[in-house]
């Protein structure tokens, strides 16, 4: 039987794997995502603190998976369980987005269009890295993941293959088998507030990637140690209305 890409009528689910993001910016991201999705799926990789409670006030999350170990060092597994969590929905289309991103404004008055269609079947998007706060983003050799397009919108085709890569980190966070498929690259813009910490999150982030990665087998082991920065390229984010 062939996939059916309806051209209306679509919902949109958004996928989210969490740990201990209670004093980050999880209440954030749930509520804009709450403001343009039709429900959300969350995985949370045993938490110690009150991130599943805050999951579950928000009443467009359908579903919370509590793991009881965590999977974090073993990306892949944990991306895959995600994905199949979300899927036994049988989901129209799927937003993958973490805990610390949020997109900017443009995207909700175009987010119906993009999965109303039946001409593609993923979409991809720019990610800013927010440094210091949430005014400025950092564009360096290291620091320019804006530069190229990211993957975070697909639409669900039943039986069609899910393949990830096994790595342990910095893993892809849809699956890979669906970029042989037509897309749709977008200059709309992701922000991501993961380093807008102060420089002791940033310093405590480091220590965790040299911690899982010390060789940069599956990173950048330049870019680990370009976190200690003191005075890195900053650029100031402007809102844009397309």
């Known amino acids: 039987m062939n996939p059916v890409r309806k051209k209306n009528g679509n919902k949109l689910t958004a996928i989210l794997q969490v740990r201990n993001e209670e004093n980050r910016y999880l209440e954030e991201v749930l509520s804009d995502l709450s403001s343009y999705v039709d429900d959300m799926v969350i995985i949370d990789d045993a938490s110690t603190d009150r991130t599943v409670e805050i999951c579950r006030s928000f009443p467009k999350v359908k579903e919370v998976v509590e793991l009881e ?3 974090f060092s073993k990306e892949w597994e944990l991306r895959s369980r995600l994905w199949q969590e979300a899927c036994k929905y049988e989901p129209d ?8 991103e949020v997109f900017e404004r443009s995207f909700k008055k175009k987010v119906q269009f993009l999965i109303n269609q039946d001409q593609y079947d993923w979409v ?3 990610i800013y890295d927010f440094w210091g706060g949430k005014t400025h983003y950092r564009e360096d050799e290291h620091w320019n993941l804006h530069k190229r397009h990211t993957m975070m919108l697909v639409r669900y085709l039943p039986g069609f293959p899910c393949y990830y890569l096994k790595k342990d980190h910095h893993v892809h966070r849809l699956p890979l088998s669906y970029q042989t498929l037509k897309g749709c690259m977008t200059d709309i813009r992701v922000k991501h507030f993961g380093w807008s910490g102060d420089e002791t999150d940033r310093h405590n982030k480091y220590q965790r990637y040299m911690k899982m990665d010390p060789q940069g087998r599956w990173g950048n082991k330049e870019q680990y140690l370009s976190i200690l920065d003191r005075s890195p ?3 100031e984010w402007k809102e844009e209305e397309r």
Do not use: M, V
Not at 93 to 100: E, F, K
């Open 69 to 71: 170990s965590q999977l």
């Open 93 to 100: 289309w799927l937003l993958s987005i973490d805990a610390d």
């Open 124 to 126: 991809s998007f720019r």
């Open 233 to 235: 390229k900053l650029l």
